[in-house]
C-alpha cells in the first residue's frame, strides 16, 4: 500500500517568515492533494497535482511536484496566523483517484507572532 | 455554499453502546467517503459509497462497524459495540471527484 510521509510533524514560525512542508511517497504518485486542517474542523482542500514538475500557487502558498512524481512540497511565503493549522497531503489510492485518498499524518503549524 | 453536515458533533459514550454518526452528503454529490482520523495513525480511509452502492470497506473493522446509505441524504456510520479504541473524529466526506471532495466538520467521538 502507499505510504505517504510528512515533514516536520510540527513546525513553529515567526510571523513573516517563509515555511516549506514536505509530502513523500513510496510510490509514484498520480494525483497529489494539499489540504489544510483547522484545529476541531474539517479539511479544506488545497491544491491538486498530477503531472511531474507541476507547480501551482494560490495566493501565498505554493505546491510542487517533482518530475519522478514521489514528491511534494508546500511552500508559504510570508507567513500569517491565517496559516495556522495542520496541513496533510493525501494520494489517489492505487484503485483511482475517485476511490478515496490515502493521507499523510499531517504538519502542525504554529505561527508565532 | 453547500456544505456536508455531520451529527452530531460531539459524542461521549461507554463502552459497549451503540454509535450513529450521520452525515449529509452535498445534493447532487454521487461519492460518499468515511475516513477515521486519530493522532497515532492520521486520517485513515474506512468506507465510500458511489451511488449509494458500497464499493469498499476494506478500512473498517467489519465485525463492530457499519456504514450505510438509505438514501440520497444520508449516510450512516455505526458502532456497536463501542471500545475505547474508536475514539477519534469521524470525517464524512462527499464529491463527484477525489479532487472535489468536500469534507464536513466531524464527529468527535469519546468511548469511556
Known amino acids: 500500500s502507499q505510504e505517504l510521509e510528512q515533514s516536520p510533524q510540527s513546525l513553529i514560525v515567526q510571523e513573516g517568515k517563509n515555511l516549506t512542508i514536505n509530502c513523500t511517497s513510496s510510490k509514484t504518485l498520480y494525483g497529489l492533494y494539499w489540504y489544510k486542517q483547522k484545529y476541531g474542523e474539517g479539511l479544506i482542500f488545497l491544491m491538486m497535482?498530477?503531472?511531474?514538475?507541476e507547480e501551482k500557487s494560490h495566493e501565498k502558498i505554493t505546491a510542487k511536484l517533482d518530475e519522478k512524481k514521489q514528491q511534494s512540497s508546500l511552500h508559504i511565503t510570508a507567513s500569517q496566523p491565517s496559516h495556522a493549522g495542520i496541513y496533510l497531503c493525501?494520494?489517489?489510492?492505487?484503485?483511482?483517484?475517485?476511490?478515496?485518498?490515502?493521507f499523510g499524518k499531517g504538519t502542525h503549524l504554529i505561527i508565532q507572532p | 455554499d453547500a456544505r456536508v453536515t455531520q451529527t452530531p458533533r460531539h459524542k461521549v459514550t461507554e463502552m459497549g453502546q451503540e454509535v450513529t454518526m450521520r452525515c449529509q452528503p452535498i445534493?447532487?454529490?454521487?461519492?460518499v467517503f468515511w475516513y477515521r482520523q486519530t493522532m497515532m495513525q492520521g486520517l485513515e480511509l474506512l468506507a465510500y459509497?458511489?451511488?449509494?452502492?458500497?464499493?469498499?470497506d476494506s478500512g473498517m473493522p467489519k465485525d463492530r462497524f457499519s456504514a450505510e446509505m438509505p438514501d440520497a441524504t444520508l449516510a450512516t456510520l455505526k458502532i456497536q459495540p463501542s471500545e475505547p479504541r474508536d475514539s477519534a473524529v469521524y470525517f464524512c466526506?462527499?464529491?463527484?471527484?477525489?479532487?472535489?471532495?468536500?469534507f464536513g466538520p466531524g464527529t468527535r467521538l469519546t468511548v469511556l
Open positions: 466526506a462527499s464529491g463527484l471527484q477525489v479532487f472535489s471532495q468536500i
Open positions: 497535482l498530477q503531472k511531474g514538475g
Open positions: 493525501g494520494a489517489d489510492t492505487p484503485g483511482g483517484g475517485a476511490d478515496g485518498l490515502t
Open positions: 459509497f458511489r451511488n449509494r452502492a458500497p464499493l469498499d
Open positions: 445534493l447532487g454529490h454521487n461519492t
